[in-house]
T-cell receptor, first 114, second 112 residues
């Protein structure tokens, strides 16, 4: 499957812990986006990377950070986890960084903080 | 602030009936609007974008700047149209089209 892949699919952890979510974009896509989907907030944009550099930032908490590596995969690090961080985290990729275009989404990583 | 509103959380129609999923937005600039769809057990995927003015799977959406709306329409719904539909706005002034503001989504159920 050459689509966007995310690992892990499910993750259960405790408050105060730190987790890393991983995303591999579609082959050839340079942009990676992270979105958070929660019951009360819906789908919210967190951050975008383009070819290794941060390109745009949304309402991403300071406890969260991300990076994109030379092979273009990306990781989203969530630290000092709180109950409210429980959500579905989506990664998406695209070929271009500006202008009209299509995002290709992964299946998401479901994080449960207990 | 940019906002996308989908007033209906749930929408039920019968097969063959017309369907309209409402989307209203607030944005001070020139918007780029999209409809994304998530079928059961599938990924979120682009259905259509307003700049393309295309019809996908029989769906169309017209941007009405006067009413700040981008409603999704289909004249004859099919059972396979049952899915979650999200309206989304690109609010980054064209510098980052992936920075989308999504509505809360509408679950469409088409009954046989």
């Amino acid at each position: 499957d050459s689509g966007v892949t995310q690992t892990p699919k499910h993750l259960i952890t405790a408050t105060g812990q730190r987790v890393t979510l991983r995303c591999s974009p579609r082959s050839g896509d340079l942009s990676v986006y992270w979105y958070q989907q929660s019951l009360d907030q819906g789908l919210q944009f967190l951050i975008q990377y383009y070819n290794g550099e941060e390109r745009a930032k949304g309402n991403i908490l300071e406890r969260f950070s991300a990076q994109q590596f030379p092979d273009l995969h990306s990781e989203l690090n969530l630290s000092s986890l709180e109950l409210g961080d429980s959500a579905l985290y989506f990664c998406a990729s695209s070929a271009r960084t500006s202008g009209g275009g299509e995002l290709f989404f992964g299946e998401g990583s479901r994080l449960t903080v207990l | 602030a940019q906002r996308v509103t989908q007033p209906e959380k749930l929408l039920s129609v019968f097969k063959g009936a017309p369907v309209e999923l409402k989307c209203n937005y607030s944005y001070s600039g020139s918007p780029e609007l999209f409809w994304y769809v998530q079928y059961s057990r599938q990924r979120l995927q682009l259905l259509l974008r307003h700049i393309s003015r295309e019809s996908i799977k029989g769906f169309t959406a017209d941007l009405n700047k006067g009413e700040t709306s981008f409603h999704l329409k289909k004249p004859f719904a099919q059972e396979e149209d049952s899915a979650m539909y999200y309206c989304a706005l690109n609010n980054a002034g064209g510098t980052s089209y992936g920075k989308l503001t999504f509505g809360q989504g509408t679950i469409l159920t088409v009954h046989p």
